[in-house]
């Protein structure tokens, strides 16, 4: 798990105008960059550090196959599905992004994606679809943007990992 993240250039930026140009649509991003591990630092610190944005495709669709666990929660949830309130990354995209990234010595970091009109909170869909433990960012009409990793353990969790520019100043003298 990160300690925190840091944007690198404009990618947050992008990455806010790529999520909200699709409002009120959820919109969809995979985030690409390095970790940095600060090893000498007490205690030791990961820092994930975007530096590119993969704008994505929302490829939702009603009667789209979700896993079990996330099908559970949706039919308790019992509220009305689109594009408003769901969103899916198309795999074969996913692909070709980690292809193209593995080029350029990057990793994908996570992925983030909007609620239009919510908070910037993991939704129970959000934790149920969770395969594995990841970075999650999201962002909501309002520019309020929140990273949060999501834990892939029995009870799936949310966890907010922090971000400011103050820290972005400190590991670039370091480094
Ligand atoms: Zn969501």
Redesign the pocket.
């Known amino acids: 798990m990160p300690s925190n993240i840091e944007f690198k250039g404009d990618s947050k930026a992008v990455l806010l105008k790529s999520l909200l140009a699709v409002a009120p649509e959820?919109g969809c991003a995979l985030l690409l960059g390095k970790i940095k591990k600060h090893e000498l630092s007490k205690p030791k610190k990961i820092v994930y550090e975007i530096s590119l944005i993969w704008p994505c495709h929302n490829i939702w669709e009603l009667g789209i196959k979700y896993l079990d666990d996330a099908n559970k929660s949706l039919n308790k949830a019992k509220i009305h599905e689109s594009k408003e309130n769901r969103?899916l990354i198309d795999p074969k995209e996913q692909l070709i992004a980690q292809k193209w990234a593995r080029a350029r010595n990057l990793l994908i970091l996570g992925h983030a994606?909007s609620?239009p009109n919510g908070v910037a909170i993991?939704?129970t869909?959000?934790l149920a679809s969770t395969t594995s433990s990841t970075l999650m960012l999201?962002a909501n009409n309002n520019e309020d943007l929140r990273a949060w990793w999501i834990k892939n353990s029995e009870s799936k969790l949310g966890i907010e990992i922090p971000w400011d520019s103050q820290h972005q100043n400190i590991y670039s003298q370091r480094s």
Do not use: G, K, V, Y
Request: aromatic share 12%; charged share 20%; glycine share 0%.
């Open positions: 959820e969103f994606h609620h993991p939704s869909t959000d999201i």
